[in-house]
């Protein structure tokens, strides 16, 4: 399905004169392909390179299995594949991709990311970059696939994943890019969603001078809180026999008991929670009584709704000590309660055993009082820093840069009460109110979006991982990071961000569109006008932050 989107939109991204000069048999291509014997770096292989097309379905075929290998390119250009040594014991793969009209479209440079803890490119992101014009790296994060297992006894692979592939390959990609056009680029960026948003943090709290803007989406930070946190959820559900097990169906009956009583909150009745945190579902209501089952009233067993109760509560350790949030009411329930359907989340357990113990004989404790401990060791220890949650920026906010999170309001996977915690600890940190922040940091809540693309609101936003999944009928150029770049360059802040309510399948638009307001502002619905238009609602602080 995705696919066909590609397809689909190759003929809307234009670059009539750069294929004519491309293809002249000019120094471009020539120069391309000569890359692998002219380009030449300490610690630096060349692998591949070679110009090339718009529309090409690019296939991998020694990705990783477990990875997406294929993608439709967007633009014409000089692909460079590159082996970076980090460790006498491990390697960076990155890829580097230069388009014909780098000059033309300002002479930028942009990283992209990967989900999860995985060691997957983001194809979709990198094409989807360089059409807009940039030098655009996508890189492997040091190991390949979805999988854990590569973490096993290799702590170098760890610190790569943590934050060095990322900073090896700006600084290769940057001297890569140079190095073709003979020129010197201009302006670099990082843009990615959920693991890739983690990265995002990483660049702003590491690697600030390299990215003069940062979007980090969706940020997967506070790494092993959410781990912890994933696998309490997973102890508070069960496996299939337990008695406080749901099915998806029942979860999803859970997400529209959310909705029934919540929705009306914010004026208007769009299965969109404007404010998720304002709403207090009272899931009993949901209770089965006097014989009615599941089957024939819908309801739940007591057991069910504790488990449903608790999953929307925060998750402490031992002595209470908190370690994150709850979901937040009203989910994309297909991510959400994939994690508790069954088996305990896999990128959470596979980060744990072979990553964070290096250990394969490792086996989540029997019960969570057993996992308390564990809680512990993730509350205490963090060894290559891979929370990324530094609330210091002051390095960001001297080099000028900008960074701009923000989070899907119905994400299921973890909830952006934690990315905006990040937010609200560089305010403390820092000691700036929002006012001050908004110099150089922003963070949005988006309602009605779930985890990086789709959903019931108006989500399309031209973000990371959005492109694919919905987006192509739209103009590149309205891409989020084209927002960030006037930001960034001109000082055209990002005050808004409009959204598109966007049918995933079709492309479509399917609804409301609305400019969503930065934290700690949120939508308010005037109360008349057509709710579907933007100006029907306004950015007012909201009660809760005031
Ligand atoms: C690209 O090639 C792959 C592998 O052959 C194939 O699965 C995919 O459908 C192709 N994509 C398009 C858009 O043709
Ligand atoms: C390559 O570039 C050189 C110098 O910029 C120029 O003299 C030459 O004509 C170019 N060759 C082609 C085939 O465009
Ligand atoms: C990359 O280089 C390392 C040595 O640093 C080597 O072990 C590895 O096989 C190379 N990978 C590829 C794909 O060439
Ligand atoms: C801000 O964060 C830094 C890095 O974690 C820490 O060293 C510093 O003490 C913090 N400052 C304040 C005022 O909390």
Sequence with gaps: MRLVHLCAVTALVASPQSFVAATGGNNFTRRCSRLIETFKQKDVKVLFSGYVTRGTNLTFPDGDPSCTNDV??????????????????????????????????GKRFAMTGNGGSSGCVMWEDVAYTAALGFATVGHNNGHDG?????????????????????????????????????????????WGCSGAGRQGMVAAQRYPEEFNGIIAASPAAQWNRLAASIMVHWYTVGPVDSPRYLTFPQWQA??????????????????????????QPH???????????????????????????????????????????GYQPGNDPILAFSQVLGAPSEIGYDYLRYAYYSDASWTLPATEDDFLAVIDDLLARDPFDANADNPDLTRLKNAGHKLLSYHGGTDGFYTYAGTQDLYDATARNMSLSSHDLDDFYRFFM??????CAGGNGAWYIGGPSQYGSGGTGFDPQESLLIKMVKWAEDGVPIDTIKGYSVDETTGALAGAVREHCRHPMRNYYKGTGDPALPSSWECRFSSLYP
């Design 146 to 190: 979805m999988s854990g297992l590569p973490f096993l006894n290799r702590p170098e692979t760890v610190k790569d994943f943590a934050y060095r592939a990322l900073g090896v390959s700006t600084t290769i990609g940057k001297i890569a890019t140079n190095f073709f056009y003979q020129d010197t680029l201009t302006t670099s960026y990082y």
């Design 72 to 105: 439709v390119v967007l633009a014409d250009m000089c692909r460079l594949q590159l082996n970076i040594t980090t460790s006498p014991v491990s390697n960076v793969i990155a890829d580097v991709w230069m388009p014909v009209d780098w000059r033309e479209k």
């Design 446 to 451: 988006i309602p009605g979006l779930g985890h």
């Design 254 to 279: 859970v997400d529209a008991e959310v909705l029934k009583q919540c929705d009306g909150i914010d004026g208007v009745l769009d299965n969109v929670l404007e404010d998720p945190l304002k709403c």
């Design 283 to 325: 899931f009993e209501a949901m209770l089965c009584t006097d014989g009615q089952t599941w089957e024939f009233n819908q309801c739940l067993t007591v057991a069910q709704v504790e488990a449903v109760k608790r999953i929307y509560q925060p998750v402490y350790g031992n002595k209470g000590r908190y370690v994150y949030h």
